[in-house]
């Protein structure tokens, strides 16, 4: 291997460029026709790979000759000294390794140990210099837009991975400042990054934010931001868009940060604090997750340029994955972000097909015009598992339950615990379970999943329709009564239907009312729906942000409250002592459980089908989520 520069040509070449003017004769049209031929010669006088080198007189190289070094006035002389300047320069820009072009040489012959070596003939300090300038520009080629080389960087992205999508794609899901919790996330792990997010094997990690900092007194969290980190525009992720991003979001937690956060300061580029107005323990878990988008950031340049509107017609991020085309009911394309910190996502373009009937999704995928679907239960998941070269995967994203929104409104019979309490004994979940999942769900007591910090272990209702019956003749219902409409999202209403044929049996008439996914969840988070409702959301955050949402008065999805819930969930947010704190959220759950506030469906299995081009699909890389994910990691055969 070479271990020195070489200082100047052979003494038997330097001749005057004026004296080579013929082209055929010129030193470039000879190093062209003797390259191959050269090679094979000098290859020859070479030591065998792995076998330490002997001096130079062993190998038959010449001493260096005293005129070996460039003269003044010799213009091919001063010409290599400025080749090798440059050269020398450019190592230096690469971790200040000044041999860095030269050092190569040895590995691109396949060599590990040539020992030292002088380039002794032309050919050879020709093929230096080659060998030198192409390792230096493929380093410059591959280098991050911001001068950081992502971890685990790929040659190039390539391939095109397509999913059959369940639910209509909307605009306001690719502007995280409108984002509610769960399925949008789908489309912004993809375009976008957060400060902090969940990661495999990690709820909260860095990401556009290299490290964060919590004030021992719970008041104050500081974040310095990765350097050379760029929007896909080329704009710099600076401290003064993190400001923008969180006071522009405007989700269904907007008004729950208004409250706490006092400030955003700007500390300097690439350092912004939070201060609030009192300690908060769930801070990081609104900010740092799922839980809301206020923690991902856009560009405030581009983002004040075209506009609310402009913006979720072409959305900048700075997430693995560009925006390329939306189609409306059709599809959504997105194209590899090579500059992305983390590496360069392995699969050149994501499609995003929208198909909202189960069968005629999972048909796409055995005709391999998909390679994942999303959302595929009872009989057609039965037939993933029977076909060769698919496979059925399970994901656990969130609890499902039943909301009873009339229950704080005394002139509503749910009002009345008994007959909440009746409809819990009306549902058989485990026939429910082995229909639509396969058995697969989880049979639960409460609307918190079990993977959540602070869970309190609710034990599920009994399937028990005769004493449903008696518990509504208690109630002054011995005949059942008319309970109105029964709100659901359009894709999982086959289920809602087994429910209220469930809740028919013992006497509780109701009227489906299915709607398409971002009208459900828009009048979700607006509480128009009245009688049952029966909801999910992705799972993030832990049980205290879920009862804050579900079952405090003025949460997010919460139609009312009781107060000595309330007065409890006020205690733990100002202890600070965990496992205080836990004592207090366990309580709540307890008392959420004892008067049937809610209805638990189960721990639902997601079911999703896979093709045979699919390596990696993402799908269970991430903690407690549905869909496929990092996208950076999704990967196809072969590529």
């Not at 912004?188 to 909260?204: C, E, Q, S, W």
């Not at 980190?229 to 008004?255: C, L, M, Q």
């Not at 819930?565 to 709540?588: N, T, V, Y």
Request: net charge positive; charged share 25%; proline share 6%.
């Amino acid at each position: 291997m070479v271990r020195e520069e070489v200082q100047g040509p052979h003494p038997g070449w330097q001749r005057r460029l004026r004296q080579r003017r013929h082209a055929d004769r010129s030193v470039r049209g000879r190093r062209r026709r003797l390259r191959l031929r050269e090679l094979r010669r000098h290859r020859r006088a070479l030591p065998r790979a792995g076998r330490r080198a002997g001096s130079e007189a062993a190998r038959g190289d010449p001493a260096p000759h005293p005129a070996a070094h460039p003269r003044q006035g010799d213009d091919r002389a001063d010409l290599a000294e400025r080749r090798a300047g440059r050269l020398r320069a450019a190592g230096r820009g690469i971790g200040d390794r000044a041999h860095l072009g030269l050092r190569v040489l040895g590995a691109v012959r396949g060599r590990q140990a040539q020992g030292q070596m002088r380039a002794s003939h032309p050919m050879t300090y020709a093929r230096c210099i080659f060998a030198s300038l192409v390792v230096v520009a493929v380093l410059a080629l591959r280098a991050t837009p911001g001068g950081a080389a992502p971890e685990g960087r790929a040659d190039a992205s390539a391939g095109t991975m397509t999913w059959g999508v369940h639910t209509t794609l909307v605009p306001s899901w690719f502007d995280p400042a409108e984002t509610i919790q769960g399925t949008p996330f789908m489309v912004l792990l993809a375009t976008h990054d957060a400060l902090v997010k969940p990661m495999p094997g990690r709820n909260m990690a860095p990401s556009l934010a290299e490290s964060w900092s919590a004030s021992a007194d719970g008041l104050t969290y500081e974040f310095v931001l990765r350097k050379g980190v760029k929007f896909h525009n080329g704009e710099p992720v600076t401290a003064d868009d993190v400001k923008f991003s969180f006071e522009r979001y405007r989700g269904i937690f907007a008004k729950t940060f208004k409250e706490r956060v006092a400030a955003v300061e700007i500390l300097d580029l690439d350092r912004v604090r939070f201060r609030l107005k009192q300690p908060w323990p769930d801070f990081m878990t609104f900010y740092g997750t799922r839980t809301t988008g206020a923690g991902w950031i856009v560009p405030k340049k581009y983002v004040e340029k075209v506009g609310d509107d402009g913006y979720k017609k072409a959305p900048i991020g700075a997430g693995p994955y560009r925006f390329v085309s939306f189609t409306p009911g059709v599809e959504l394309v997105l194209e590899a972000f090579e500059g992305y910190w983390r590496k360069v996502p392995s699969v050149k373009r994501l499609v995003f097909r929208v198909i909202p009937d189960h069968a005629t999704r999972l048909a796409a995928l055995k005709r391999g015009d998909v390679d994942i679907v999303y959302l595929i239960s009872g009989e057609l998941a039965g037939e993933v598992k029977r076909t060769q070269g698919l496979t059925l995967k399970a994901a656990f994203p969130s609890n499902h339950w039943l909301i009873f929104a009339d229950q704080f409104d005394p002139k509503s019979p749910w009002h009345d615990k008994r007959v909440r309490l009746a409809a819990n004994l009306a549902l058989d979940r485990a026939t429910l379970n082995e229909a639509a999942t396969l058995g697969l769900s989880k049979i639960t007591g409460s609307i918190i999943p079990s993977s959540f910090d602070f869970y309190w272990p609710a034990p599920p209702y009994p399937h028990d329709p005769t004493r449903a019956r008696r518990l509504l003749a208690e109630a002054g219902y011995p005949n059942g009564f008319d309970a109105g409409e029964f709100f659901c999202d359009l894709q999982v209403c086959s289920w809602g239907e087994a429910m209220l044929t469930d809740l028919k049996a013992v006497g509780i008439g109701l009227k489906l009312r299915p709607l398409e996914r971002a009208t459900f969840f828009k009048g979700v988070a607006e509480k128009r729906y009245k009688n049952l409702v029966y909801l999910f959301i992705g799972a993030s955050g832990n049980a205290a942000t879920w009862l804050e949402s579900l079952a405090v008065t003025g949460g997010a999805y919460a139609y009312g409250g009781y107060p000595d819930i309330d007065g409890l969930f006020r205690e733990q947010a100002a202890e600070l002592d965990r496992s205080k704190r836990e004592m207090i959220l366990h309580r709540i759950q307890q008392l959420v459980y004892e008067r049937a506030m809610f209805a638990p469906v189960w721990d639902f299995a997601f079911l999703h089908g896979v093709g045979p081009r699919v390596e990696e699909s993402g799908l269970g890389l991430l903690g407690a989520w549905g869909f496929s994910g990092p996208y950076e990691d999704v990967k196809l055969k072969g590529k």
